[in-house]
């Protein structure tokens, strides 16, 4: 595997559900993010890790729960969504800490539905 | 608050036409100004980027224009061809540590042979 992978690319829940998002990056970068997209509204940052501490947590809902065990590794763990949460919930990752903007590298995304 | 204005939504090109996507950022700190290409099923990938001590820069067939004074920023993609068809995110974003980056609504483009 190359890249950013994002695992599963499809998932229904119910509101009552608890699942998790899987991302794994290959390129040994130290800074992960979780995005929100949504139609018709630009890339909503949700959560930031650099070097497995979380960095930024973008006033996101407690239902979003996210874990970052080593840096290539992310999860967002999702528990009692509600059907607004439906969107594609994409992975990044880029280099660390430097003077220069470093590329943002992302996965495929996870298409979550809510119902 | 909308700091990265983006347009238009969707464009129709015909093959071999110029398209031209517009943004408008608010935030002055900004000093990186990527612009992101999304095919469907894909995540966004880099396509070109600028720094705000350059008017312009062009690689291969995509050029931004960038006006520092106006806080404008725009991508032109010429000889536009139906391979292009896809959604583009301006975004900018401040340097140093980890990139947080500011993105554009996005405008789905469609180029018709």
């Known amino acids: 595997e190359t890249g950013v992978t994002q695992t599963p690319r499809h998932l229904v829940m119910g509101m009552t559900n608890k699942k998790s998002l899987k991302c794994e990056?290959?390129?040994?970068?130290?800074?992960?993010?979780?995005?929100k997209q949504s139609a018709k509204k630009p890339l909503e940052?949700?959560?930031?890790?650099?070097?497995?501490?979380?960095?930024?947590?973008?006033?996101?809902?407690?239902?979003?729960?996210?874990?970052?065990?080593?840096?290539?590794?992310?999860?967002?763990?999702?528990?009692?969504?509600?059907?607004?949460?439906?969107?594609?919930?994409?992975?990044?990752?880029?280099?660390?800490w430097g003077t220069a903007p470093y590329e943002q590298y992302f996965g495929p995304g996870t298409r979550l539905t809510v119902t | 608050q909308q700091q990265v204005k983006q347009s238009p939504q969707?464009?129709?090109?015909?093959k071999g036409g110029i398209s031209i996507i517009n943004c408008a950022y608010e935030n002055t700190a900004f000093d990186y100004f990527p612009w992101y290409q999304q095919f469907p099923g894909k995540g966004p990938a880099l396509l070109i980027a600028i720094r705000p001590d350059v008017s312009e820069k062009k690689e291969g067939r995509f050029t931004i224009s960038f006006n520092k004074s106006a806080k404008q920023f725009s991508l032109h993609i010429m000889d536009s061809q139906p391979g292009d068809s896809a959604t583009y995110f301006c975004a900018a974003s401040r340097s140093g540590g980890y990139q947080k980056?500011?993105?554009?609504?996005?405008?789905?483009l469609q180029v018709i042979p």
């Open chain 1, 25 to 35: 990056q290959h390129l040994g970068h130290n800074a992960m993010y979780w995005y």
């Open chain 1, 45 to 96: 940052l949700m959560f930031v890790y650099n070097f497995k501490e979380q960095t930024e947590n973008n006033s996101v809902p407690s239902r979003f729960s996210p874990e970052c065990p080593n840096s290539s590794h992310l999860f967002l763990h999702l528990h009692t969504l509600q059907p607004e949460d439906s969107a594609l919930y994409l992975c990044a990752s880029s280099q660390d």
């Open chain 2, 10 to 14: 969707s464009l129709i090109v015909q």
């Open chain 2, 101 to 108: 980056v500011t993105f554009g609504i996005g405008t789905k």
